[in-house]
């Protein structure tokens, strides 16, 4: 099972590698056929692109761990959730006062 979630992260990577670099190649050279709306779903897949490849790695370091990759995503939920929604912490932060 580490292999597949080796192979996952693997091609995450070059997704979020290939998006980053296309971005930043858009910024210098402005492609003609880049619309405002595949700028706008690239740099959607650009911010998702990191919380996969993170979660993959953590999978995989994780594998046959159950207690240590459940503590991991739930880490990591709380990373994504904060950083789409920041409501939810300010609310987290009220509770907790």
């Known amino acids: 099972m580490k292999k597949f979630y ?8 070059l997704v979020t590698i290939l998006t980053f670099a296309f971005i930043a190649l858009h910024g210098i050279i402005g492609f003609d056929f ?3 709306e595949i700028m706008n779903i690239l740099q ?3 911010v998702y692109a990191v ?4 979660g993959l790695a953590g999978l995989e370091l994780f594998a046959g761990k159950k207690v240590l990759s459940f503590v991991y995503f739930i880490i990591l939920a709380f990373v994504v959730v904060t950083s789409f ?13």
């Not at 080796?6 to 990577?13: D, E, R, V």
């Not at 919380?51 to 993170?54: G, I």
Request: glycine share 10%; aromatic share 6%.
């Open 6 to 13: 080796s192979g996952l992260g693997q091609l995450a990577g």
């Open 34 to 36: 880049v619309t405002t």
């Open 44 to 46: 959607m897949i650009q």
């Open 51 to 54: 919380f996969v490849l993170a």
């Open 85 to 97: 929604f920041p409501d939810v912490m300010d609310q987290i932060l009220n509770a907790v006062q």
